[in-house]
């Protein structure tokens, strides 16, 4: 195996268990006598070594600034069954804290270092569970993951691997990017629907975004559920109409959704109609968030926002920040006297306080008193590995405006 040797002191941070090594860090690459290439390819397991040459662990080499993914730390290799290993582990934990039962098939397995398998994400719906690799080392090892799924996870058949858009853009990738790793089922999107918290909801994995659906706000959306009897409701950004969905059922008086999508539109249609065939206080509308917002004033006292990322990348923060800014300032404007607003930033570059300075500035300048009900993240199956803060992504406020 290639020997990645660390600068002097640069192994502290794996002392404390950060799964990141990055490129800067690395004095000298040992590669094995028997490998047949003149550098590591990405992908490639390598052993990483302090500068005295002590064994800080294994992982995943890749080119870019973060130059190593830690899989397993005081080993200089992986052992026989580690995959189905580190499954086990996350089943267990999702099984103990209540998320696996008859109410709820639909649930995050993997969540990349929070489940201390970096570049890995994998959700499950009912008897399908959907991969994204977002490292080449994971897409290499993709189909011993599925088989590993397959074996540790309870009623899993079908696994499908949906990596198209998560890979890095330049790498060179062999192999598919999309498709059926493992297919005892047919289950076709059209067809499939999964249930969260005794809702159903349509998942169309094959060119829905992320693994199909947005699994990240299940808390979220049924503490929204909480607040929605007898209030007009708007679902900016709605996608698929998970908030939408669990204000229906919480009695909301209208619910509003909109999307710049048609193809949204149309889903959220779909899963409204599935779950309350003879609602007539929900109506839908592909339309650009902003436009939209140009003129609601006092037509809703209860909106979510929860826009796509705004900021990607560390390059994009101060224009992501403004985004949020100009985005809440219109909410808070124009909701009514006593509103509810549920907003949210799933932007990992942009952190808590940045985001609630940012909520801060939209509130100071339109002038209405404001109050934080709620602090929200993300749930327990996106749990946030100690040693790696960088994992807490999604940030969220529940806003009350007089």
Not at 49 to 60: A, D, F, L
Not at 65 to 90: C, G, H, K, Y
Not at 125 to 135: C, F, G, K, L, P
Not at 305 to 314: I, M, Q, S, T, Y
Request: proline share 4%; with cysteine; hydrophobic share 40%.
């Amino acid at each position: 195996m290639t020997i990645i040797q660390l600068k002097p002191k640069k192994d502290e941070s794996l002392l404390r268990f950060h799964p990141w090594v990055f490129s800067g860090a690395i004095n000298k690459i040992l590669l094995d006598p028997h490998y047949p290439f003149d550098a590591p390819q990405e992908g490639d397991l390598v052993c990483v070594k302090s500068s005295e040459g002590k064994i800080m662990g294994v992982g995943h080499y890749q080119i870019g600034s973060i130059a190593v993914r830690m899989l397993e730390f005081f080993v200089s290799e992986l052992p026989e069954n580690f995959w189905e290993q580190r499954i086990t582990s996350a089943y267990n934990l999702r099984e103990s804290v209540g998320l696996v039962s008859s109410e709820n098939n639909t649930y995050r397995l993997i969540h990349g270092e929070g489940d201390f398998l970096p570049g890995l994400v994998i959700d499950v719906y009912a008897n399908t569970a959907v991969i994204q690799a977002h490292s080449i080392g994971m897409h290499l090892q993709r189909l011993q993951i599925a088989e590993a799924v397959i074996k540790v996870v309870p009623g899993v058949e079908n696994v499908y691997y949906k990596s198209d858009d998560t890979l890095p853009f330049k790498a060179t990738i062999e192999g598919d990017r999309v498709g059926y790793l493992i297919q005892t089922q047919t289950a076709m999107p059209d067809e499939f629907w999964a249930k969260e918290n005794d809702l159903y909801f349509r998942i169309d994995w094959l060119k829905g975004q992320k693994t199909g659906f947005f699994v990240d706000q299940r808390e979220n959306r049924a503490l929204l559920e909480r607040y929605a009897r007898g209030r007009d409701v708007l679902n900016m950004f709605c996608y698929s109409g998970g908030f939408s969905v669990y204000a229906l059922r919480g009695g909301a008086h209208l619910v509003h959704s909109v999307d710049v999508s048609e193809k949204a539109i149309a889903l959220v249609r779909d899963n409204v109609h599935y779950n309350f065939p003879t609602q007539t206080n929900h109506e839908a509308y592909a339309q650009e968030a902003f436009s939209f917002m140009s003129n609601i004033r006092d037509k809703y006292d209860l909106i979510i926002l929860d826009p796509p990322a705004f900021a990607k990348h560390r390059d994009a923060i101060h224009n992501a920040l403004r985004g949020y800014q100009r985005i809440n300032a219109k909410a808070i404007e124009q909701i009514r006297k006593g509103g509810i607003l549920f907003t949210f930033s799933c932007s990992q570059a942009i952190d808590k306080d940045m985001f609630r300075r940012a909520v801060f500035s939209a509130a100071a300048q339109v002038g209405r008193k404001v109050r934080i009900l709620h602090q929200l993240h993300q749930p327990q199956d996106h749990p946030i590995n100690i040693y790696h803060p960088e994992g807490e992504y999604l940030k969220g406020l529940v806003l009350y405006v007089e």
